[in-house]
T-cell receptor, first 115, second 110 residues
Framework: NAGVTQTPKFQVLKTGQSMTLQCAQD?????MSWYRQDPGMGLRLIHY???????DQGEVPNGYNVSRSTTEDFPLRLLSAAPSQTSVYFC??????????????FGPGTRLTVL | GQSLEQPSEVTAVEGAIVQINCTYQ??????LSWYQQHDGGAPTFLSY????GLEETGRFSSFLSRSDSYGYLLLQELQMKDSASYFC???????????FGKGTRLHILP
């Protein structure tokens, strides 16, 4: 199993550009989520999904869109990049049964810089 | 909403025991979990508590008191490789999402 994969690993954007961060998992996990990590701010939840066709907003959703057309994939779209979106982005997934829900598996992260 | 509080930094000596505390607020509660993150890496799952009490996994233990909305991670026989950031995370709220604390940086002195 590849686990949770994210592409790209690094990205530099100019203000106003759009892009999609890719996330895929091969563990048949129902729950998938996107976090951003900034120094001193911990991991902040952007969007999450409990299954294909279902998405919901997290703590900091503004400026980001997601979709979940398949169980495996959960792309994150930046609509019009801003310098405030410079961050490290992590995708995570887990099962949704009672005990496994809390054990999230993380991808390696995407380091995004917006100039 | 949901929120978590944990110390920003803790320092301990190699071979000693250290406790990292976490208090949380959530409208609904389904579990408190702990993650470890080394510099430049991704968070990795350590442990999870849904019920009151202590859960032990090797050198690491995690404790939960739901009545106090409080938990801690206990690391024993500290090794230099335990130098990392540790995050508590709560699953709960109206829509059953998982929210992380800001993390505790653990420094280990030889």
């Amino acid at each position: 199993n590849a686990g949770v994969t994210q592409t790209p690993k690094f990205q530099v954007l100019k203000t106003g550009q759009s892009m999609t961060l890719q996330c895929a998992q091969d563990m048949n996990h129902e729950y998938m989520s996107w976090y951003r990590q900034d120094p001193g701010m911990g991991l902040r939840l952007i969007h999450y999904s409990v299954g294909a066709g279902i998405t919901d907003q997290g703590e900091v959703p503004n400026g980001y869109n997601v979709s979940r057309s398949t169980t495996e994939d959960f792309p994150l779209r930046l609509l019009s990049a801003a310098p405030s979106q410079t961050s490290v982005y992590f995708c995570a997934s887990s099962y949704t049964d009672s005990s496994s829900y809390n054990e999230q598996f993380f991808g390696p992260g995407t380091r995004l810089t917006v100039l | 909403g949901q929120s978590l509080e944990q110390p920003s930094e803790v320092t301990a000596v190699e071979g000693a025991i250290v406790q990292i505390n976490c208090t949380y607020q959530t409208s609904g509660f389904y579990g408190l979990s702990w993650y470890q993150q080394h510099d430049g890496g991704a968070p990795t799952f350590l442990s999870y508590n849904a019920l009151d009490g202590l859960e032990e996994t090797g050198r690491f233990s995690s404790f939960l008191s739901r009545s106090d909305s409080y938990g801690y991670l206990l690391l024993q026989e500290l090794q230099m490789k335990d130098s990392a950031s540790y995050f508590c995370a709560v699953r709960g709220g109206r829509d059953d999402k998982i929210i992380f604390g800001k993390g505790t940086r653990l420094h280990i002195l030889p």
